[in-house]
């Protein structure tokens, strides 16, 4: 059973870069209903990148659909976050969030940045 999330693979990369980013579940995610990734730039609220529910479905917001892709990895227990073409605006801390039925689990973040 999850009791926490951490995220892992933030950076500072190029405009047009890739960057992957991996959010780890301290226990089995096969019981977790949906995983997701959001981000939150400096003065912004949080917002939705990625969902990724138990059957597979994803979602993707407008902004990253092409450029972005969610999978998960129930053998390992990983959520993975594949971002290809960044761009400034996607300069961000990144946050991986768990939901179960009655508890929802968030990481602490990892920084993207984009440098030109």
């Known amino acids: 059973q999850v009791q926490s999330v951490e995220e892992s693979g933030g950076g500072l990369v190029q405009v047009g870069g890739s960057l992957r980013l991996s959010c780890s579940a301290s226990g089995s995610i096969d019981s977790v209903y949906a995983m997701g990734w959001y981000r939150q730039a400096p003065g912004s609220q949080r917002e939705p990148v990625a969902v990724?529910?138990?059957?597979?479905?994803?979602h993707l917001a407008n902004s990253v659909t092409g450029r972005f892709t969610i999978s998960r990895d129930n053998a390992n227990n990983t959520l993975v976050l594949q971002m290809n073409s960044l761009q400034p605006e996607d300069t961000a801390k990144y946050y991986c969030r768990a939901t179960s039925v009655g508890n929802t689990y968030w990481g602490h973040g990892t920084q993207v940045t984009l440098s030109s």
């Open positions: 990724i529910v138990r059957g597979g479905g994803t």
